[in-house]
């Protein structure tokens, strides 16, 4: 079998996983969400207004757009769908970080270092 074709084989293993199964239901969800594309559309309205105002002509107004930014921002980040959504992809993103450890550690036969956060001991970023 070819690399390319035991990665994708891979792929699909991990997208056929629980771990796998989990993100792409919580990404539908998500994304599916009418209460959600509702705020991200008025969210990006709201930022084209922004740019379109100079807090020295409209101050007032400035500062209830990025007011009205501020509880949008926090009602899609902190919504159950939001928040189920990124949990799922930080665990697939981890399935994915270890099985890259794995393949380089078979590579180069040392198996990499755990992420210390700083970026000078690490050979690539997560």
Do not use: W
């Amino acid at each position: 079998m070819e690399i390319m074709e035991l990665a994708a084989e891979i792929g699909k293993q991990i997208k056929d996983s629980p771990e796998g199964k989990a993100f792409l239901e919580a990404k539908a969800a998500y994304e599916g969400s009418i209460e959600i594309n509702n705020a991200l559309m008025e969210y990006q309205i709201q930022q084209q207004a922004l740019e379109q105002i100079t807090e020295e002509t409209e101050p007032a107004a400035m500062a209830r757009i990025d007011d009205r930014l501020t509880e949008l921002y926090t009602f899609i980040t902190e919504h159950p769908q939001f928040k189920a959504y990124e949990a799922a992809e930080m665990t697939l993103n981890g399935i994915i970080q270890k099985v890259q450890a794995t393949i380089v550690a078979q590579v180069t036969g040392k198996m990499p270092a755990e992420c210390t956060h700083d970026c000078s001991t690490c050979g690539g970023c997560h």
